[in-house]
């Protein structure tokens, strides 16, 4: 019995001491999990940088009012800015403006901010912004922000913190210019604003500040004092600025991993950095071209010819066959992202058909291979000019599709190649049927171009000026809303013009790169508080 006892008790110590040696090896293990589990979120952390690297090609000054530079001016709204910004959707959002109030149609009072700071130290005032202005308009500066202030004839001082601004004639949505860069008058006085050595380290109010600019490299640093310091999550510390001779060597720097992102308007992006590891962020840019409608003709004064024209042509295929399905069809000047457009249900798509019907409808008789139509005991015939520059291949191109579109619905079309002097000519005196062209689109909602005076159309209604008389003193955003919902039905009816296609933008980033990327024409750099490099 006792033998029986021990052997009994020798078991259980045995049994206790396997039991406590897997305990100790489970919590061992579990210890080691754990250490590397949090030496894998430790490593994660620590992979986390905090640097952006940006290429320049050409390089010429850091001072965006003298530069000529596309990669400049984006970098620069992160070092510099101004009264007004614009936001994704186009609308103006205030930024070292406090208030801006229009006194009269020509005269505006801009009340700043209060408390902002050059990145030196010294304080931001009025004298700042009329010393700006002062330098946009004078002709040795030069500056691509010029035409901003172009009809400004004066900038009065009232006080440390207020400036008028006086112009010569009305600009509807004057507010959209004052989007130039502010420089600092104290920093730059007594000094040659073009050619000065300060340009190379200049100060700005903005989120980043230059610190050092040799031959190869600019480098931002974080502005600790930025007035607008709301996300202290920003995690991007340093900013370096390549310079590049080339494109070429942009996008070989890109493809070895050297920098992060790339702003372009090529529509050859595979081509030239090949197809894997990296993202895009497209968006359409502000070259818009489109057909402008003699409306004066005596054939195009009908509604019902410019409707069939405009459902004959196929936008899509002319951007597939010109434009390798690179840019963006068009149907209004607005719908490059304006938060003013709003698509209405009428659409007037391609459509062969429909394009014969809507002749048939009104009268046209399809008749020996033309249309043809009796008005006032006369004949009218089908038969236009289609006027585009000869010299821009791309246009000649479209010209030609445009022209093969129109026939196959029996619509005679001749086209005109113009030498540069002679396509101004047709522009300036309107003696065209239909012309192809294109404009640089402002970012204002603004649609003088279209419906103003001398338009390129000489479409005129009574309704259409008076909408355009409004909307120039509307400020409620949802009554002006509904104004340009009517501009828009009545562009989409009458058919003064026929929008083609918006040119596109790219922005390329590699896969490294994380935080919400956005761009349009105005920024690249909208939510850069939410970037890092991982």
Same mark, same amino acid.
Request: hydrophobic share 35%; aromatic share 12%; glycine share 4%.
């Given at each position: 019995m006792k033998s029986n006892v021990g052997k009994y008790a020798f078991?259980?110590?045995?049994?206790?001491?396997?039991?406590?040696?897997?305990?100790?090896?489970?919590?061992?293990?579990?210890?080691?999990?754990?250490?590397e589990i949090q030496y894998e979120e430790k490593e994660e952390e620590e992979v986390i940088l905090t640097d952006l690297r940006l290429p320049v090609v050409n390089f010429d000054s850091m001072n965006p009012l003298?530069?000529?530079?596309?990669?400049?001016?984006?970098?620069?709204?992160?070092?510099?800015?101004?009264?007004?910004?614009?936001?994704?959707?186009?609308?103006?959002?205030?930024?070292?403006?406090?208030?801006?109030?229009?006194?009269?149609?020509?005269?505006?009072?801009?009340?700043?901010?209060?408390?902002?700071?050059?990145?030196?130290?010294?304080?931001l005032t009025a004298k700042d912004v009329q010393y700006t202005i002062d330098r946009l308009k004078d002709t040795n500066v030069n500056s691509i922000y010029s035409a901003n202030v172009k009809e400004v004839i004066g900038v009065d001082v009232i006080d440390n913190s207020t400036v008028r601004i006086n112009l010569n004639?009305?600009?509807?949505?004057?507010?959209?210019?004052?989007?130039?860069?502010?420089?600092?008058?104290?920093?730059?006085?007594?000094?040659?604003?073009?050619?000065?050595?300060k340009n190379a380290n200049p100060v700005g109010t903005g989120r980043f500040k230059v610190v050092s600019n040799d031959d190869s490299l600019v480098t931002l640093k974080q502005n600790q004092n930025w007035w607008n310091q709301q996300d202290e999550t920003t995690k991007i510390e340093t900013i370096k600025i390549n310079k590049y001779s080339s494109m070429g060597e942009v996008y070989n720097a890109f493809k070895i991993g050297n920098i992060d992102l790339i702003h372009t308007d090529s529509v050859q992006i595979e $081509?030239?950095?090949?197809?894997?590891?990296?993202? /895009? #962020?497209? =968006? @359409?840019?502000?070259?818009?071209?489109?057909?402008? *409608?003699?409306?004066?003709?005596?054939?195009?004064?009908?509604?019902?010819?410019?409707?069939?024209?405009?459902?004959?042509?196929?936008?899509a295929n002319i951007v597939s066959a010109v434009y390798n399905n690179k840019y963006y069809t068009s149907n209004f000047?607005?719908?490059?992202?304006?938060?003013?457009?709003?698509?209405?249900?009428?659409?007037?798509?391609?459509?062969?058909?429909?394009?014969?019907?809507?002749?048939?409808?009104?009268?046209? $008789?399809?008749?020996?291979?033309?249309?043809?139509? /009796? #008005?006032? =005991? @006369?004949?009218?015939?089908?038969?236009?000019?289609? *006027?585009?520059?000869?010299?821009?291949?791309?246009?000649?191109?479209?010209?030609?599709?445009?022209?093969?579109?129109?026939?196959s619905v029996g619509i005679k079309i001749n086209i005109i190649k113009a030498t540069d002097g002679q396509y101004q000519n047709y522009l300036n005196n309107k003696n065209y049927d239909l012309i192809l062209t294109g404009v640089y689109s402002a970012y204002s909602p603004d649609l003088t171009t279209y419906f103003g005076q001398d338009n390129l159309a000489n479409f005129y209604t009574i309704e259409t000026q008076d909408i355009m008389n409004e909307i120039n003193n509307i400020s409620d955003e949802k009554n002006l809303k509904e104004k340009y919902n009517k501009l828009y039905q009545i562009f989409t009816e009458q058919?003064?013009?026929?929008?083609?296609?918006?040119?596109?933008?790219?922005?390329?980033?590699?896969?490294s790169l994380r935080g919400e990327v956005n761009a349009n024409s105005y920024n690249i750099f909208y939510n850069i508080g939410t970037w890092y490099r991982q």
């Open positions: 078991a259980l110590i045995v049994i206790g001491l396997i039991g406590f040696a897997i305990y100790t090896l489970y919590i061992k293990e579990d210890s080691n999990i754990n250490e003298v530069s000529k530079n596309k990669n400049i001016q984006d970098i620069s709204r992160l070092v510099y800015e101004p009264l007004v910004n614009i936001s994704h959707d186009y609308k103006l959002q205030m930024c070292l403006a406090k208030e801006i109030s229009k006194i009269g149609d020509m005269s505006y009072v801009i009340k700043l901010k209060e408390n902002i700071k050059w990145q030196n130290g010294t304080m004639k009305v600009v509807p949505f004057f507010e959209y210019n004052l989007t130039f860069p502010i420089m600092s008058y104290n920093y730059y006085q007594s000094e040659d604003f073009v050619n000065t050595s $081509e030239n950095v090949g197809t894997l590891g990296y993202n /895009t #962020k497209e =968006y @359409k840019a502000r070259q818009l071209d489109f057909i402008a *409608v003699n409306t004066k003709n005596d054939v195009l004064a009908d509604v019902e010819v410019r409707q069939a024209i405009n459902y004959a042509i196929d936008k000047p607005l719908d490059f992202g304006s938060y003013m457009y709003e698509a209405g249900t009428i659409k007037a798509e391609f459509n062969k058909d429909k394009s014969k019907q809507v002749l048939v409808q009104n009268g046209w $008789e399809y008749k020996s291979k033309e249309w043809r139509k /009796t #008005k006032n =005991y @006369k004949t009218q015939r089908i038969k236009l000019d289609l *006027v585009v520059n000869k010299d821009n291949e791309k246009r000649v191109q479209v010209a030609e599709i445009i022209k093969e579109q129109l026939e058919v003064p013009y026929i929008m083609l296609y918006y040119n596109r933008n790219t922005v390329i980033y590699n896969n």
